[in-house]
T-cell receptor, first 115, second 114 residues
Framework: NAGVTQTPKFRVLKTGQSMTLLCAQD?????MYWYRQDPGMGLRLIHY???????AKGEVPDGYNVSRLKKQNFLLGLESAAPSQTSVYFC??????????????FGPGTRLTVL | AQSVTQLDSQVPVFEEAPVELRCNYS??????LFWYVQYPNQGLQLLLK??????LVKGINGFEAEFNKSQTSFHLRKPSVHISDTAEYFC????????????FGKGTRLHILP
C-alpha cells in the first residue's frame, strides 16, 4: 500500500455519534484524498488536499470535514454520523505533481457502519 | 465536466480465455485515462494510464488498453485470464486542459470461472 495506513480498520457508530478517521503516510507526498466506496456507486471523492494546511471539496463533501495540519496526516471527521454514511472509506496518496495525471496509492480501507 | 461509463457491471469469463472490459468517456476537452484494479478486501492500485503518445498502453499483469479518441473509449484487454485476476476494475478520467481531479467509473467485477 505504498506506505499509506488507515486507522481504524472497522468501526460501528450509532446515529449522531462523531468519529475521526486517520490516514497517515510515511513519505513526503503532497496530494492526499478521501473516498467512499458503495456498492454500485464506484468510488466517490469526499475531500482532498494538495499540501499541508490545504483542503478542498470533492464530489460528496456534505457531512464530512477534513484537516491536514501535518503533511503526513489527513484526517476525515464525521461530526454527527448518519446511516447514509455507512460505507467503506479509502484514503489515497498521490505521488504526482498534478491532480490530473496523479498516480494514486490507496490505503486498505475503513469499514464504517452507522446504526 | 468529464464522465466515465463502464458498460458492464459484471463480466464472467473462463480461465485462460481472453477478456475485454469496456470503458467509454464523455468530455468536451482532451483527457487522460486510467485503469485501476481492486482485489478483494484491498484498496485500488494502478494497472495502467494513458497520458500521451501511443494509443496502446501496456500495464501490469499482462493487461493492456487502447485509447480510441473517435469512439471515446479506453477498453481494457487481456489475452488469457488467470484465477488471480478476479477483482473489480475501475476506469477513470481527468481533463488535460486544466489541473483537476480524476473521476472514477462505477467498476466492473471480473469473475473467473474454472
Amino acid at each position: 500500500n505504498a506506505g499509506v495506513t488507515q486507522t481504524p480498520k472497522f468501526r460501528v457508530l450509532k446515529t449522531g455519534q462523531s468519529m475521526t478517521l486517520l490516514c497517515a503516510q510515511d513519505m513526503n507526498h503532497e496530494y492526499m484524498y478521501w473516498y467512499r466506496q458503495d456498492p454500485g456507486m464506484g468510488l466517490r471523492l469526499i475531500h482532498y488536499s494538495v499540501g499541508e494546511g490545504t483542503t478542498a471539496k470533492g464530489e460528496v463533501p456534505d457531512g464530512y470535514n477534513v484537516s491536514r495540519l501535518k503533511k503526513q496526516n489527513f484526517l476525515l471527521g464525521l461530526e454527527s454520523a448518519a446511516p447514509s454514511q455507512t460505507s467503506v472509506y479509502f484514503c489515497a496518496l498521490g505521488t504526482g505533481t498534478t491532480l490530473s495525471t496523479d498516480t494514486q496509492y490507496f490505503g486498505p480501507g475503513t469499514r464504517l457502519t452507522v446504526l | 465536466a468529464q464522465s466515465v461509463t463502464q458498460l458492464d457491471s459484471q463480466v464472467p469469463v473462463f480461465e485462460e480465455a481472453p477478456v475485454e472490459l469496456r470503458c467509454n468517456y464523455s468530455s468536451s476537452v482532451s483527457v487522460y485515462l486510467f485503469w485501476y484494479v481492486q482485489y478483494p478486501n484491498q484498496g485500488l492500485q494502478l494497472l495502467l494510464k494513458y497520458l500521451s503518445g501511443s494509443t496502446l498502453v501496456k500495464g501490469i499483469n499482462g493487461f493492456e488498453a487502447e485509447f480510441n479518441k473517435s469512439q471515446t473509449s479506453f477498453h481494457l484487454r487481456k489475452p488469457s485470464v488467470h484465477i488471480s485476476d478476479t477483482a473489480e476494475y475501475f476506469c477513470a478520467v481527468s481533463p488535460q486542459n486544466r489541473d483537476d481531479k480524476i473521476i472514477f467509473g462505477k467498476g466492473t467485477r471480473l469473475h473467473i470461472l474454472p
